[in-house]
C-alpha cells in the first residue's frame, strides 16, 4: 500500500500529541504510521476513576485505529518501539522497522522513582489502563482483607492508604478513595466499618497541587481534610518497606501505596542522542524539533519546552500535547508542500487552564487571571472533560455512569479481574511480570 | 458478628445457584456465608459479548458484596475453597476454614479437554470475565497481526478462528467473530480484507445445538452459513498443535482456537467423597442432596439430577442452577424451623425454554412446545436477557451497548489490556499462570 514517492511521516506514541499530530495531517498527501504499543488511546486524566471504579476501562478508551479510520493516508500499528536512528531515519520495533522523512516522537511518561525502581511493585502508579485495573484490584481487595482479617493492626495496614506525591493525579486518587470508603462501601461490610479507612497524602514540596495559584493549595487542602484525607505536606519518602512507608523518619503502616510523585520521559528519549532534562525529557528548540535533526520533533511529555519569559518548562498535561502535536503537524505539512527548507514557526501555548477535583461537589479551578472553588470548580470540570473525551459514544456513556454515581453513590465498575483469586494482595511478582 | 446459636449456613459459589439459595434464606435466622473466589457474580449467558467486545466486563458482573447487601444475616468472603470435610462440617479455604450446619455446594465448573489439559494454553475456553477479556485479546490481536503481516500463509492463519463446539457458547462466538470481522472492523485496517476472516465451528457430535429440537439446529447451521461461519459436524479433535488444529485427521492452520466443547464439575466434588457422573458431577439424591450427607445440598453445574422418566441428567444452564439454589435454600429453611429431621421434597424442574443467538437479528428459540428462529427469536432472546441481567443499572448500560452496536456496529470494548504490547500473540506462558 507503501507509495515510495510520497513522504513518510512515522509517529511514535497514540496519546494526545501523537493523535493530535496525525490528525493535522488528514487528506495531506503522506504515508502517515501511528505505532503505539497498546491498541488504544486513554484519556488519561481520568485514568484515577477507572483506578477507584466509577469508570470502566472502555468508557475512558478508543482503539486508536478507530479514532483514525476516517483518515485514508494513515495506518496503525501495535508495536513497542525499541530506538530511533536519527542519522538513518529508522524507527526500529519489535519485529520490524519503519523508515521515515518527517518523525514525531510522542511516547510519553513513566513513573520516576528517582532511582528507587524497585519501590515500583508495592508502590504502583497510574498511566496506563493496565495501571489503573492493578490499582482497583489492590483497593477493592484491601477492603476484603480487612473484612477477615481478625488482628486489629494487620486490619488498620489493609484499610490504610497512602499517596505519594499531591498532584492532580494524587488529590483526585486520595479524595476518591475516602469517597469510596465513606459513601460507596459501608453498607457492604459486616465485619469492617469502611468509614475509617485511612488516606494519607504526602507531598515532597511545601504545597498540594503546586502549579496551581497558592489560594487554591489551600482551599485543596481544606476540601481534602473535610472529607477526611490526611494532608502532610513538606514531607519525603525515604523508604518504602513490607509493612508501609517511612515519610521523614516517621513510619505508617499501610498496605496500600500509590505512587503518584514524578514522572519521567520515556527511555526513546536517549536514543535521539540529543540534551535532555532532569526528567529524561528532549530539550527541544523553539519550533519543537530535536536538536541537530530538523525532521524530528518531540512533544508533549518527551518534550523539555520553556516558553520566552518563562523559568519553567511546559508541565506533562493533556492541553500542551495537543498544542504541540498540531503545531508539530502544521511545520511537517509546510515543510512538505513548499518543497523547500521546513519553516521554522515557534511553538507558541495557549494556556487554557487547569483543574483538579477533590471530591463529590468539589473542584479547584483556574481560567486565566480566575480562580473557581467548590461545586462551580466541580461542574466546570465535568463539562470540560466531558467535551473533551475523544469519542461521542464514550462520552454518554461517561455521563450516565457519572449521573448514577452522583445520585446513588453507586460504583458498577467494581469487579477484581485476574489475580483476584487470592485472599491476600501480596502480588508483586505478579504486577511487576505484567508491566 | 456470629451468634453460635444461630445455624450456619455456608454457600460455595457466587453464581447463579448460589446467589438464588443465599435469596431463598433472606431474613431467615441463620448466619449465612457465601465464599467465592472472585468478588462478582457474572451474568455467563452474555460472556460470549464480552469475549467480543460487544460489552465491557462491567456491564455483566457485579460484586456479589452488593447483590447480597441488603441481607444482614448475609457475609459474603473472598475464599478460594480448598477441600470440604462432610463429617467434621467444615469447610477448608485459602487462609482460613468455615463451620456449617448446613451447606450448598454450588463451585460450578471448567473447561474438559478429555484428557489433553495442555491444550488449554492453545485453546481457551469462556468461563469466567478473565477468560472473555483473554478471548478479546487474542481476537483483536489476530488482525492487528494479520495487519502487518507480510506472509501470505501466516497472514491467513491469523485470520483464522476455529471454535470447538457447537452448543450455544460456541454458536454464538462463531456467529460474532464472523461479524465483527464483517461489519465492525474492515474500515479501520489498510492492508488486509477483514471480511475474508475465516470462521470454523467444529462439532463431534451429529449437529449444532444438540439441545435443541432438530428442525432448529438445521435453521441454525442455514443462518451461521448465510453470515459465512463454515460449520463441520460429527469432526473430533485429535490434536491441537502449534500451528492449528486436527480434525479427523485434517489440519486447519488457525492461530485462534477457542474450546466451548465440554465442562467438568469443580474438582471440590471429590471432597465430598459420594459419586459423580463421567463430567465430575455429584450424582444428587431426588431433593439435591448429596447422598450420606443430608445437611450437604449439591446444585447447578455441580449435581448431576436425572428427572424422574428422563434418561439425561439436566443441562448446565443458568435457569437450572437458580431453581435448584432456590430449591436447597427452601430445604434448609423449613430443616431449621421445623427443628425436626429435615424434609425432603423432591426437586422439579420446569424449563422455559432455550434460546442462542446466531448472529445481528438471528436466534433460535424454543419455548414448551413452540419454536421461534430468526429476527423474532432474536427479540424474544434480547428482551429474556435483559430481563434476567442482575441489577437494574447494568441493564440499561447493557440496552445502550446493544443499540449502539445494532445501529452502527460499533463495539466499544475494543481495548487490549495487559500483555497487549507484543506484537505476536502467544502469550501461552502468561495466560497459564493467570489461571
Redesign the interface.
Known sequence: ?RDTDRPNVVIIGGGFGGIAAAQELAGFDVDLVVLD????HVFQPLLYQVATASL????I???I??IL??Q?NC??????VRSIDPERRVVE????TAAFDYLVVAAGARHDYFGHDDWEARAPGLKS??DA?ELRRRI??AF?TA??ERDEGARRGALTFVIVGAGPTGVELAGAIKEIAGRTLP?????IDTTTARVVLVEGGPRVLSSFPDELSVRAVRDLERIGVEVRTGMSVTDVTETGILVNDDHIEADNIFWAAGVKASPLAESLRAPVDDRGRVIVEHDLRVPGHPRIFAIGDMASFTPAGSTQPLPGVAQVAIQMGRHAGMLIRSAISSSEHAPSTTFVYRDRGSMAVIGKNRAVAVIGSSRFTGFFAWILWATVHIAFLV?F??R??VL??WA?SWLFN?R?????????????NNADA?TA??R
Open positions: 500500500m504499543r497498546e491498541n488504544h470502566s476501562p472502555q468508557s478508551s478508543k482503539p485505529r478507530s479510520r476516517d485514508m495506518d496503525v500499528a501495535l508495536a513497542n520495533y519489535d519485529g520490524g489502563l493496565a485495573t477493592l481487595l476484603e473484612e477477615h453498607r457492604e461490610y459486616r465485619n469519542s459514544r464514550n454518554v456513556r450516565y455512569d448514577m453507586a458498577d465498575a467494581r469487579v477484581i479481574i485476574g489475580e483476584g483469586e487470592r485472599h491476600d505478579t511480570d505484567r
